[in-house]
């Protein structure tokens, strides 16, 4: 069946970005994403395009091109699902909260409120599509609520993972590695692969069993962190070895059975999935009683931790230990270059720290705004709001941030930190001026010249 009317829940990282290419390369198809949350909808659809709740290279145009077109963003859910052959479910799944598996299984609650309200709405057949990252074994629950709570009409569940980075989510989805689509009805998966085939050819299409399909996503993102924290366990070595973790990855990348992507040492891997998923398998693990599985994996979050208590520790350490009083200067705050996204960025534990020790944090990003980084501080519930305000400066310019710092420490690799008049800078700081870089993406010999104490990761 050629799919005319695409609906998708939840208009966020995933939803906007993937939909927004769908569109682009489906002209015929229209598709509407609604959200509950009317703020983030009124963004999508301000006509200032910097506006947008999302920060991604390349998604302001072609929501130019194809916003009232053939996309359209709307909080009238039960509308765009009843007029939608195919429904894509993108909603939030993050790690619990409360209650059993606090703190490692996935919440799902709002998956299930999407189900419920696609069985209720809906009044004709229709395709729903997992997009959001779910344990395996979720769309058993999906089906059964369809099943059991709609109005008989027939339901196809499929699995269709997404793989897009953000930063590069534009060029990810122009481009997968692959489009992943798991399910049972060879008729329904079908449909959603010609709406890929506008631009992905056949054989990068995977169909799969809707288990497999599920499991993989998490496996992806599994192995993923798993190369990070691998490489940044071997950063500490290098530290007491003499040995240069650039260059050894750069020596074992360079074997075609290794490969050189995902081997940068770094203050530790953040953003939305990788900690959440690994949570997520873990805990799936567990209750499975598969506990040498979930002790392996548990093990890449536990040496991500200690990454980033290990960069505050040392900066706290190298500053005579103390920074009580002192001024630390964070650049960037967002959980990689070329987002906004900053949710369990590394910069919001190193910050929380210093804070924890009286340092006062000044803070520059390019993209993050100044309420963001107080929500982020604030939701660690470590200390009053007020605190966080009165300790924590957001600056508009990096010169802001740095002027009478005792250090400065890189959170975020954006590429304009290398660029900085960095003569400059060290002017404005106090002596001896000392730089923590959390990406090493500085030039090394260049900082020392100037006569920064230079200090990076694995080196
Ligand atoms: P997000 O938090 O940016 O967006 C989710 C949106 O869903 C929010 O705007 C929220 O208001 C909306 N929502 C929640 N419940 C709703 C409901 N019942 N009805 C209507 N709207 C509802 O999340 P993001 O980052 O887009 O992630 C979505 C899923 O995709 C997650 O499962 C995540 O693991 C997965 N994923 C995320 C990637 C990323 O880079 N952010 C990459 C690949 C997968």
Redesign the pocket.
């Known amino acids: 069946m050629k799919v005319k009317n695409i609906c998708c829940?939840?208009?966020?990282?995933?939803?906007g970005p993937t939909m927004a290419v769908i569109a682009q390369k489906n002209p015929e198809i229209k598709v509407t994403i609604?959200?509950?949350?009317e703020e983030?909808i009124n963004a999508w659809n301000d006509s200032d395009l910097s506006k947008l709740p999302i920060y991604e290279p390349g998604l302001a145009e072609i929501i130019k091109d194809t916003r009232g077109k053939n996309l359209f963003f709307s909080t009238e859910?039960d509308e765009a699902i009843d007029r939608s052959e195919m429904i894509f479910i993108?909603?939030?799944?993050p790690t619990k909260t409360y209650g059993k598996g606090k703190g490692q299984a996935a919440d799902l609650k709002?998956i299930e409120?999407?189900a419920r309200?696609i069985a209720k709405v809906a009044t004709t057949d229709k395709i729903v599509v997992e997009?959001?990252?779910?344990p395996v074994r979720t769309a058993e629950a999906v089906k059964s609520i369809l099943d059991n709570t709609g109005n008989g009409i027939n339901f196809h569940i499929l699995s269709n993972?997404?793989?897009?980075?953000?930063g590069t989510a534009i060029e990810d989805l122009l481009n997968p590695d692959r489009v992943l689509i798991g399910g049972e009805s060879e008729e329904a998966i079908d449909s959603l692969a010609m709406v890929y085939n506008s631009w992905v050819p056949e054989d990068q299409i995977l169909r799969t069993n809707i288990w497999s399909s599920e499991l993989s996503k998490l496996t992806a993102n599994a192995f993923l962190a798993q190369r990070v924290s691998s490489i940044n366990a071997i950063s500490e070595l290098c530290e007491h070895t003499e040995a240069n973790v650039d260059e050894v990855a750069r020596a074992i990348g360079m074997d075609s059975r290794i490969g050189p992507k995902f081997l940068k040492a770094s203050v530790g891997f953040g953003?939305?999935?990788f900690q959440?998923?690994i949570l997520s398998l873990v805990y799936i693990a567990r209750n499975y009683n598969l506990n040498e599985v979930a002790d392996y994996w548990e093990q890449v979050i536990i040496m991500n931790d200690h990454q980033k208590r290990r960069f505050s520790d040392n900066l706290i350490k190298t500053l005579y230990n103390t920074v009580s009083g002192k001024k630390i200067a964070l650049l960037g705050w967002a959980f990689k270059k070329d987002t906004n996204?900053t949710r369990e960025s590394a910069a919001i534990y190193v910050a929380d720290h210093l804070l924890n020790e009286q340092a006062q944090i000044s803070v520059y990003d390019p993209k993050v705004p100044k309420q963001k980084v107080y929500a982020d501080l604030n939701y660690l519930n470590t200390r009053s709001e007020k605190e966080n305000e009165t300790n924590v400066a957001v600056e508009n310019s990096p010169y802001d941030a740095i002027d009478g710092a005792h250090a400065i420490a890189i959170m975020t690799e954006w590429d304009e930190f290398r660029n900085y008049d960095w003569e400059e800078i060290y002017n404005k700081m106090k002596k001896p001026a000392f730089v923590f870089d959390g990406r090493n993406i500085l030039d090394k010999n260049k900082i020392n010249k100037i006569g920064f104490k230079y200090y990076s990761i694995g080196q």
């Open positions: 829940i939840g208009a966020g990282y995933v939803g609604v959200d509950i949350n983030r859910i993108s909603v939030n799944t709002y409120l999407c309200n997009k959001s990252t779910l993972p997404e793989f897009l980075a953000e953003g939305s999935c959440k998923d996204d």
